[in-house]
């Protein structure tokens, strides 16, 4: 809703009506938000914002067990629709909510007909078009370049809303990338080399050279710890990448740098909930994965950089995948994978120069770039 808009009002009971996953709303003190969008992407989960449906979370917005960081709240507003009519429907609103609490929420009686709310209140706007410091109804490829000092503090306040990298409708494509097709492309990748490298090794005839007279055999029941070694390795050149590629900070002055960071990972914070750039395009994957096989060619025996590099191959799949599951999945709580979306949606919300990890928090520890636990 855009802020020249006077507000629409909802009485009490129209608020406490929309308690479903087709159709949810909470309320901030008098704020009344849709935030049936945002209920798959909620790194709690969706079942916490459906059972406080229609209520008001001014409690679990400040905490405990966790306050929201100033980014979690300004992501907030982007699902504002208006205000709440304290004078209107309360009694009726308190009886639905006691018959709510005794039924399914997928009762059909707690759902408001299409006539009775404006659809343009569905769903409002993500971004305020003629006050953003870029154009959004253009490509913004060739844009972020010139905010120059703004850019960094632009580009951490993430919005609901898709990106539109290039005006060509083919370099935009090759952009996007839809989730399945990295298992597609580099699995039977992965599952051939794994073949080839163990029955390489089966043959007993690779060996390790330590010096010109010693020399050490490799054999296939070798291939396990090797392809866990190329895994090992992935996860550290995963930190790599992310934090002094995808983070480096560049030149307020420099605008191809800006331009360029914007296009490897800047997008991403800025959009987080983009599905279509939540994994890498297989493209621009090979050039890294090509890099990294040449790597360990140069310093190991074939079949053994073989076996290390398919490993590592396995791990950078397994690793879009969790990445994807981070930011539209809903993980047990209490779960690994529950901590993991928990530390990276901290990572895109309030601590974007730490929390560099994605598929283990183990290199952070080292480095330092550990996230704290919140404590109250």
């Known amino acids: 809703m855009s802020p020249s808009t006077s507000p629409r009002f909802f009485t009490e009971r129209e608020v406490a009506r929309h308690c479903t996953?087709?159709?949810?709303?909470?309320?901030?003190?008098?704020?009344?938000?849709?935030?049936?969008?945002?209920?798959?992407?909620?790194?709690?989960?969706?079942?916490?914002?459906?059972?406080?449906?229609?209520?008001?979370?001014?409690?679990?917005?400040?905490?405990?067990?966790?306050?929201?960081?100033?980014?979690?709240?300004?992501?907030?507003?982007?699902?504002?629709?208006?205000?709440?009519?304290?004078?209107?429907?309360?009694?009726?609103?308190?009886?639905?909510?006691?018959?709510?609490?005794?039924?399914?929420?997928?009762?059909?009686?707690?759902?408001?007909?299409?006539?009775?709310?404006?659809?343009?209140?569905?769903?409002?706007?993500?971004?305020?078009?003629?006050?953003?410091?870029?154009?959004?109804?253009?490509?913004?490829?060739?844009?972020?370049?010139?905010?120059?000092?703004?850019?960094?503090?632009?580009?951490?306040?993430?919005?609901?809303?898709?990106?539109?990298?290039?005006?060509?409708?083919?370099?935009?494509?090759?952009?996007?990338?839809?989730?399945?097709?990295?298992?597609?492309?580099?699995?039977?990748?992965?599952?051939?080399?794994?073949?080839?490298?163990?029955?390489?090794?089966?043959?007993?005839?690779?060996?390790?050279?330590?010096?010109?007279?010693?020399?050490?055999?490799?054999?296939?029941?070798?291939?396990?710890?090797?392809?866990?070694?190329?895994?090992?390795?992935?996860?550290?050149?995963?930190?790599?990448?992310?934090r002094f590629v995808f983070h480096m900070k560049p030149p307020a002055h420099n605008y191809y740098l800006i331009t360029i960071h914007f296009l490897l990972h800047g997008q991403h914070h800025k959009s987080p909930f983009d599905g279509s750039r939540l994994v890498f395009p297989p493209g621009i994957a090979s050039l890294v994965v090509g890099l990294f096989y040449l790597s360990l060619k140069i310093v190991l025996p074939h079949i053994v950089g073989v076996s290390v590099f398919v490993g590592g191959l396995c791990g950078y799949v397994i690793y879009d995948m969790i990445h994807y599951y981070l930011h539209y999945g809903s993980p047990k709580k209490g779960s690994y994978l529950y901590s993991l979306k928990a530390y990276h949606v901290k990572h895109h919300f309030e601590h974007q120069r730490s929390g560099f990890g994605i598929t283990t928090t183990f290199w952070d520890h080292p480095f330092n770039t550990l996230i704290p636990d919140e404590k109250f």
């Open 21 to 242: 996953k087709d159709s949810c709303w909470v309320l901030v003190g008098t704020r009344v938000y849709d935030v049936t969008n945002f209920l798959r992407m909620h790194p709690g989960g969706e079942a916490l914002i459906l059972r406080r449906s229609g209520k008001d979370i001014s409690g679990e917005i400040e905490g405990p067990p966790h306050k929201h960081s100033e980014n979690a709240r300004r992501w907030m507003e982007q699902y504002y629709i208006g205000e709440l009519d304290r004078d209107s429907g309360a009694a009726e609103a308190q009886s639905l909510r006691e018959r709510r609490n005794g039924h399914s929420h997928t009762s059909s009686s707690q759902k408001l007909s299409s006539d009775e709310v404006d659809p343009m209140y569905n769903r409002c706007s993500s971004v305020d078009l003629d006050k953003d410091l870029v154009d959004w109804r253009k490509p913004l490829a060739w844009q972020v370049g010139h905010l120059r000092e703004k850019y960094d503090a632009w580009v951490h306040q993430p919005v609901d809303r898709p990106i539109r990298l290039f005006g060509n409708p083919f370099l935009e494509a090759s952009t996007k990338t839809s989730w399945y097709w990295v298992p597609i492309v580099w699995m039977p990748v992965v599952i051939y080399l794994s073949w080839y490298a163990y029955t390489a090794l089966a043959k007993d005839t690779s060996r390790i050279e330590v010096t010109s007279d010693l020399s050490i055999p490799v054999h296939q029941f070798m291939f396990p710890m090797l392809f866990l070694l190329g895994w090992f390795l992935w996860s550290f050149i995963e930190y790599c990448i992310h």
